[in-house]
């Protein structure tokens, strides 16, 4: 395997890239080609930890090839590995994404047509024992021109909002709760009122079947024809996937239209379906497969549409007529890259 990596990928790109990340000066650090190499061995064989991945590429020949080594030469320590990739922008992990995609595209690897997307929770290097109890932050401050604006709790949530967890959560108690919600060491957590000190950014959340964790949300989304990854991102783990199918789709669609790939059909559960990405995918050509929730009705039985008044005739003959439209459900796109934000309008019918 690690024969064939060499043989077919090009990481000379690398260098042009992580140029302005390095010093002329100094002893000479960590060759970027060998860090991302590191990175890919240490996804092929399931290794989270720096010190194991240096230990098992140590034993290993084919990785050492792989990586440019030879059998007396040290390894890099695990610490510069870790100091690198904290050194490294998002940027340049995902134009090395796009390179291997546009290598996997010339290959014959992609058609690009049709894509699946999916989401699935992935653990945080964080435990439930490194939450600490969020600090109040009150709606109303007083602001003193003459000094500079304090800074604000990185881990704060507003007094009000607190109030309503605890209420509720008083509630869960008195109606009995879950099993074991009597232990003296219960203890009822929301991402409202608790963070992680080890890491912010986690986010407490709970698959059916399995144990509540510290999780972020990996979205994907793959080529149905050949089960390639071509678009990957993590996002906070307390969100709906419907929230992230326009960013997702929007730098999925942008990556093969640079290949001259179009991007016609999108397939994907009911968690990712909303009217706003019905709308958004419809504006940029792609026929989405994403079943609704409920029990959705698309024709009313016993109302008939007239097109030429744009109207609807009830089952007794009254005519009701186009009145305006309800904007009740208002989403925008988050991100800059998505291109789109608006309404979901939804006509609203009515009898004179």
Request: proline share 5%; charged share 20%; net charge neutral.
């Amino acid at each position: 395997l690690y024969r064939r990596l060499a043989e077919l990928l090009d990481w000379s790109f690398l260098y042009e890239q992580t140029q302005g990340l390095y010093s002329h000066t100094g002893q000479p650090s960590l060759d970027p080609v060998v860090f991302f190499k590191l990175v890919l061995v240490g996804r092929l064989e399931n290794l989270v930890s720096d010190r194991r991945l240096v230990e098992h590429c140590a034993l290993r020949l084919d990785i050492l090839y792989f990586l440019g080594y030879e059998i007396d030469e040290e390894l890099p320590w695990h610490s510069t590995i870790s100091r690198t990739r904290q050194l490294y922008p998002a940027v340049v992990f995902e134009h090395l994404f796009d390179q291997v995609f546009a290598q996997c595209l010339a290959a014959g690897l992609v058609v690009g047509e049709t894509h699946a997307l999916d989401s699935a929770p992935v653990k945080a290097n964080a435990s439930l024992d490194s939450l600490r109890s969020k600090q109040p932050l009150s709606a109303l401050q007083i602001v003193d021109d003459t000094q500079a604006p304090a800074a604000l709790p990185v881990a704060a949530t507003p007094t009000h909002e607190l109030r309503r967890v605890a209420t509720r959560q008083a509630k869960q108690q008195q109606g009995g709760g879950g099993l074991g919600a009597h232990h003296a060491k219960a203890q009822l957590l929301s991402n409202k009122t608790h963070t992680s000190g080890s890491d912010p950014e986690a986010r407490i959340s709970v698959k059916p079947g399995k144990a509540r964790a510290l999780n972020y949300l990996c979205s994907l989304a793959v080529d149905t024809a050949t089960g390639l990854i071509s678009h990957v991102q993590a996002d906070l783990a307390d969100s709906r996937d419907s929230v992230h199918l326009p960013r997702l789709v929007a730098q999925l669609q942008t990556r093969l239209t640079k290949q001259q790939v179009p991007l016609r059909e999108v397939l994907a559960d009911t968690g990712y379906s909303n009217g706003f990405n019905y709308a958004f995918l419809e504006q940029r050509g792609i026929t989405p497969w994403i079943p609704v929730f409920g029990k959705y009705k698309p024709v009313v039985e016993g109302f008939t549409y007239e097109p030429d008044r744009n109207a609807y005739r009830c089952p007794a003959g009254k005519l009701l007529p186009f009145r305006n439209y309800c904007t009740s459900f208002f989403c925008v796109a988050e991100g800059t890259q998505v291109g789109f934000s608006g309404q979901a309008w939804q006509s609203r019918y009515s009898a004179r």
